[in-house]
């Protein structure tokens, strides 16, 4: 049974970080594209990152030179670590698995976690 948990998620001001874990079961995320999405108040989801079974990373231009995504193939989990987070960052975070090329469009995804609520104060 695949399941995806996200967890790291709260409230911190401007400027500040925070580093959220999303935790696979039932397969192997070295296998599989994760990706992380966001959805605010009233809003789409919106693609965040992703990293690719070969490893590749993709970032969304809002985010670049700030987030990065990484994979520990040991505990089977894939990291956001978000620097200088702004107001606009304040979101449910999601991870999702994916097997298609087309990694930043959220119906492309077939599974999905819980989502962690991230809010950033000004």
């Known amino acids: 049974q695949v399941q995806l948990v996200e967890s790291g998620g709260g409230l911190v001001q401007a400027g500040g970080s925070l580093r959220l874990s999303c935790t696979a079961s039932g397969f192997t995320v070295s296998a599989y594209s994760v990706g992380w999405f966001r959805q605010a108040p009233g809003k789409e989801f919106e693609f965040v990152a992703v990293?690719?079974?070969?490893?590749?990373?993709d970032y969304a231009d809002s985010v670049k030179d700030r987030f990065t995504i990484s994979r520990d193939n040991a505990k089977n989990t894939v990291y956001l670590q978000m620097n200088s987070l702004k107001s606009e960052d304040t979101a449910v975070y999601y991870c999702a698995v994916t097997l298609e090329d087309d990694y930043t469009h959220s119906d492309k995804y077939s599974y999905w976690g819980q989502g962690t609520q991230v809010t950033v104060s000004s």
């Open positions: 990293i690719r079974w070969s490893g590749l990373m």
